[in-house]
């Protein structure tokens, strides 16, 4: 296996990555892009499958890229993360290093995801069979983008991603948009009222749903989030967003409370998490309380330390952690992650956490002054890694701690190098918080050297 979830083979020499293949496959291969030193390849005809092989559970598995290791053995796809972490410290990062625990596998591996996103499309993609077979087919779609494609979308009946009742609000929107003529987006032309929809769910039974339309048409707008508040009574929170962007991001846009609840309500240990429907949380909820058991465990925070917290989100981490420490203080770059996390500690009675809104690279240089040289710092980026900035000034602090947590080994790897010129790896922790995929995140506790 090699990055990104494709295979390597070797074709005169050439490194070909080929999608869409398994270790120990063989396969006629048709080159797709070709360069001087490496080439990308799909497979065209199977000869012989690998024994580590399986059949995939999803009827879109071969369209759609959200699960693309379904056709291998969940045990391969732990061994698989797990070289891929120790490929990425020793070779991208040229780091000497303890021996790396084993991975830390998921109990749940379908319907993990509390957060889906679909995109609406009045040219769905249709595959040769569905062109050839000459009969009509519904060109109105909501489901997933087509790997590497921004304007190409797969229609998709049963998504194994995320519990009920996902699925049913999902196909009942399409249908309803469909049997009331409801235009769907057309990317190219960017016209078109139905857009995005936004599905969030919780271990505690709650459902939040959001509406992005390209369009100010409230009548059809009132129509449909009436008609799903009277559908499905599992929807306890339902907002709208107004894009008429060129760009299907909302960070930026406000979203329109229609009913229920204002926020989702989830639960990791004893707090109680309130997320907005902007608000950014771990996917997988279940391997969550995992990662946050080991952050713990490798931070070893004691009463009387101080905490900084770094890209602390909604604070999700910082409050999990608080009865641990004399004092937490968190740095997000998103005023309204920021305020989540001051919502989030003021509903669990929390009184020993701080959170500061701002670009990293500036707030941090100013946080030593203001309270004091902290014992840990917790740093978990986004997946490019920290600023060159951001690590020289935890350098200059010194901490006795650094717990740094990561979705892609490959841009932390380059982070620790950085780091290990006056800290030593002490413990190395992936942990698959993703099935399926080739993503996985890492855990790294380091301590000041010994010099």
């Known amino acids: 296996m090699a990055g990104e979830g494709m295979c390597i083979a070797k074709v005169d020499e050439k490194v070909v990555f080929v999608e869409k293949t398994a270790p120990g496959d063989i396969v006629d291969i048709q080159i797709t892009k070709k360069k001087k030193s490496y080439a990308q390849a799909k497979p065209i005809r199977f000869h012989e499958y690998a024994d580590l092989r399986v059949a995939p559970y999803c009827e879109h598995h071969e369209l759609c890229g959200g699960c693309k290791w379904q056709h291998i053995d969940y045990a391969a796809q732990l061994v698989f993360k797990q070289q891929h972490v120790l490929d990425c410290l020793t070779r991208l990062g040229g780091l000497t290093i303890p021996k790396v625990e084993p991975i830390v596998t998921a109990n749940i591996q379908t319907h993990y995801r509390n957060k889906l996103e ?40 049963e998504c194994h991603l995320q519990a009920a009742p996902s699925n049913e609000i999902r196909l009942a929107i399409k249908n309803y948009a469909i049997e009331h003529e409801f235009s769907f987006y057309d990317i190219h032309k960017q016209v078109g009222l139905l857009r995005n929809l936004i599905i969030r769910t919780s271990t505690l039974g709650k459902v939040m749903v959001i509406v992005q339309f390209g369009e100010h048409d409230e009548q059809k707008i009132t129509s449909l989030m009436e008609y799903l ?37 989830e639960m990791l240990g004893n707090i109680k998490y309130k997320l907005g429907p902007k608000s950014f949380f771990q996917t997988n909820t279940a391997q969550a309380q995992k990662l946050y058991d080991i952050i713990s465990e490798m931070a070893a925070i004691k009463k009387h330390e101080l905490v900084f917290d770094l890209y602390t989100g ?33 509903d669990n009675k929390i009184e020993n956490v701080t959170f500061i809104a701002g670009d990293m690279k500036d707030v941090l240089p100013n946080m030593q002054a203001q309270y004091g040289t902290p014992e840990v710092v917790i740093t978990d980026p986004p997946r490019a890694g920290m600023h060159p900035d951001v690590i020289h000034t935890i350098l200059d602090l010194e901490p006795n701690r650094i717990v740094y947590v990561s979705c892609n080994p490959a841009t932390q790897a380059r982070d620790l190098s950085e780091l290990v010129t006056k800290y030593e790896i002490i413990k190395i922790q992936p942990v698959d918080m993703f099935p399926h995929t080739h993503h996985v995140e890492n855990v790294v506790l380091l301590s000041p050297r010994n010099n």
Do not use: C
């Open 229 to 265: 508040q009277q559908n499905f009574s599992q929807i306890t929170s339902l907002y709208y967003i107004i894009n008429t962007k060129k760009n299907d991001s909302y960070q930026d846009l406000p979203a329109q409370w229609f009913a229920g609840e204002t926020y989702l309500t």
């Open 314 to 346: 909604i604070g999700s981490i910082a409050l999990y952690l608080a009865h641990q420490a004399k004092q937490i203080i968190g740095v997000e770059y998103i005023q309204e992650a920021i305020d989540d996390a001051m919502l989030n500690a003021a």
């Open 118 to 157: 679909f995109t609406f499309t009045n040219k769905r993609w249709l595959t040769t069979e569905q062109i050839q077979s000459q009969e009509y087919i519904e060109r109105n779609g909501l489901g997933f983008h087509m790997p590497g494609r921004f304007d190409k979308i797969i229609d998709i009946n």
